[in-house]
Nanobody, 115 residues
Framework: QVQLVESGGGLVQAGGSLRLSCAAS????????MGWYRQAPGKQRELVAV???????DYSDYVMGRFTITRDNAKNVVVLQMSSLSPEDTAVYYC?????????WGQGTQVTVSS
C-alpha cells in the first residue's frame, strides 16, 4: 500500500523559511501527482502546490512567488521550499499523492509562524 510521510515542519519567525519533504513508499510507479495542501484551525483544507510527474505545476495564488515545489519522480519525493513566511501560513501541511486515480494523504506536519 502507498504511504506518504512528511517531515520538516516546525516553528519559524515571520519572514523565515522552512523546507518540507514528503516521501511516498509502496508505489510501483511514480505518483501521477504529488504536492501539498494545508488546513488552518477553523478553515477548510486548501491547495498549496501540486506537481505532476510530467512537470506541470499548480500553485495557489496565496503562495505563488514565495513557495517552490520540486519533485524527484524516481524516488517519489516532493519538496516544498517555503520562504517569506507569515503568521497566516500557520497550518497543518498535508502531503498529497495520486496514483491510479486514488488519492493519498500524509498524516500532516505542523507549521507555525510567529510574528
Amino acid at each position: 500500500q502507498v504511504q506518504l510521510v512528511e517531515s520538516g515542519g516546525g516553528l519559524v519567525q515571520a519572514g523565515g523559511s522552512l523546507r518540507l519533504s514528503c516521501a511516498a513508499s509502496g508505489s510501483v510507479w511514480s505518483m501521477y501527482s504529488m504536492g501539498w495542501y494545508r488546513q488552518a484551525p477553523g478553515k477548510q483544507r486548501e491547495l498549496v502546490a501540486v506537481k505532476t510527474s510530467g512537470g506541470r505545476t499548480d500553485y495557489s495564488d496565496y503562495v505563488m512567488g514565495r513557495f517552490t515545489i520540486t519533485r524527484d519522480n524516481a524516488k517519489n519525493v516532493v519538496v516544498l521550499q517555503m520562504s517569506s513566511l507569515s503568521p497566516e501560513d500557520t497550518a497543518v501541511y498535508y502531503c498529497y499523492g495520486q496514483i491510479l486515480s486514488i488519492d493519498y494523504w500524509g498524516q500532516g506536519t505542523q507549521v507555525t509562524v510567529s510574528s
